[in-house]
């Protein structure tokens, strides 16, 4: 049997209408979304393994912010602002790396320590006396979970600690012993040519498996069921069928899969999925682990990003099972891909008359309720007009 974490059910009357179409393409409700929605809620930037060592960094650049993470000499991960504070330059270029002992700005060679503070200015004598830590990197909110790296643009923010946000699902996570992951293939990006919302309204509903996602249904269609959002959190879980296998990945990755034995047995055949709002998921299979996520670069485009995660010491047939599984992913990821274009394109439509959501589909309506809940605007089913849209969509934050 597959276990239900929480409470989930479904209200008898509940509105099925989704978001406006409005919201889609409204350019200055994409300015609300990047500072209500954004930067001050948790985002995923990688994982304690993509960081072992002093001086290995990560960054990040989303949403017109950059990050920095950084693992210093105490072996302290930390996340800062990528930006000098002489002219605002990035620190470090690259996207991942490792620096010996500091980080120098390559525009004049402001020199940082790996915990930010200033270690000096190029030609110091052309300034006055700089505050070591007054001049330091700005840090920026951040915190370890199960290994991966959580960060916040946004000092403080309307979400509880990740800790806190995430203990109804930690004690089932904890089983997959994943703090101990390592990298399998790097941080991947794509661009999808959609708005952000309607990547994530694809994600946060299993009513389309059986139609659009082939090999999924094949692998697990009829064991799949999903949690809504319930105080930012989400979970859709399904165990495989031994005896699937019509698609060639599925038969494959049923045949090669080993048993995993330090898995409690309801997990051992178990694909999860966690949502975190806002636009954050973790999927979880016996041999490993992922995280992926989606940012705006503008109202009609998205930039996907996320990595794969495997065990240390995984056995040949462990490998074979994450390739095989990706394959799987793979497919479905560019299916969904293709469903976000066609359900976003009809936005632009004056036919388009809103939503109307399946018992099936009440995930996409209770992330839709947590983006009211930070942007009342949505709220409005007529769009406001665009030179109007922050300050009225003020007054109704300060009315709730």
């Known amino acids: 049997m597959n276990p239900h974490l929480r409470d989930v059910a479904i ?3 509940w509105d099925r209408r989704g978001l406006p179409g409005w919201s889609y393409h409204s350019n200055a409700l994409l300015e609300l979304e990047k500072e209500y929605v954004f930067r001050n809620h948790w985002q995923i930037a990688g994982h304690v393994s993509d960081v072992p060592n002093a001086g290995d960094y990560l960054t ?6 950059r990050a920095l993470i950084v693992r210093g000499k105490d072996g302290v991960v930390r996340a800062f602002n990528n930006m000098c504070r002489h002219r605002g330059s990035r620190v470090v ?3 991942q790396g490792t620096c010996k002992n500091a980080l120098v700005c390559p525009f ?3 020199v940082y320590n790996l915990d930010g503070t200033l270690r000096g200015a190029a030609r110091p004598r052309s300034f006055p006396e700089l505050d070591k830590t007054e001049f330091g990197l700005m840090p920026l909110d951040l915190e370890i979970w199960m290994g991966f790296i959580f960060i916040r643009f946004r000092n403080g923010g309307p979400q509880p600690s990740v800790a806190e946000l995430l203990k109804p699902i930690e004690a089932e996570i904890a089983n997959y012993r994943v703090a101990d992951m390592v990298p399998s293939w790097g941080t991947w990006t794509q661009k999808s040519p959609v708005n952000w919302k309607s990547v994530r ?5 299993g009513y389309h498996v059986a139609m659009a996602h082939p090999a999924l249904q094949d692998l697990y269609g009829a064991t799949y069921f999903d949690e809504p959002f319930i105080n930012g959190v989400s979970r859709s879980f399904a165990t495989y069928n031994p005896h699937a296998g019509r698609r060639w990945s599925v038969g494959q990755y049923i045949k090669i899969a080993p048993e995993p034995t330090h898995l409690p047995e309801h997990l051992r055949k178990a694909w999860i999925y966690y949502g975190i709002f806002p636009n954050n998921a973790l999927s979880i299979m016996p041999e490993s682990v992922q995280f992926y996520q989606e940012f705006p670069l503008s109202t009609g485009e998205t930039l996907l990003r996320g990595a794969i995660y495997r065990y240390k010491d995984e056995t040949r047939k462990q490998a074979a099972a994450r390739y095989l599984a990706y394959r799987i992913d793979r497919d479905t990821m560019n299916e969904d891909v293709q469903l ?4 976003n394109e009809s936005m632009l439509s004056e036919a388009f008359g809103g939503f109307y959501l399946s018992d099936l589909e009440y995930g996409v309506r209770t992330h839709h309720d947590h983006l009211r809940s930070q942007v009342p605007v949505l709220n409005l089913e007529t769009a406001p007009e665009e030179k109007d849209m922050w300050g009225l969509n003020d ?4 009315r709730g």
Do not use: F, Q, T, Y
């Not at 990040?60 to 912010?65: K, N, T």
């Not at 007054?395 to 300060?398: E, H, M, P, Q």
């Open 60 to 65: 990040m650049d989303v949403i017109g912010e």
């Open 93 to 95: 270029a690259d996207s």
């Open 340 to 343: 976000s274009v066609w359900s």
């Open 395 to 398: 007054a109704l934050r300060s």
């Open 108 to 110: 004049h060679g402001w």
């Open 201 to 205: 309204d694809v994600d946060n509903e």
């Open 11 to 13: 209200p008898n009357d």
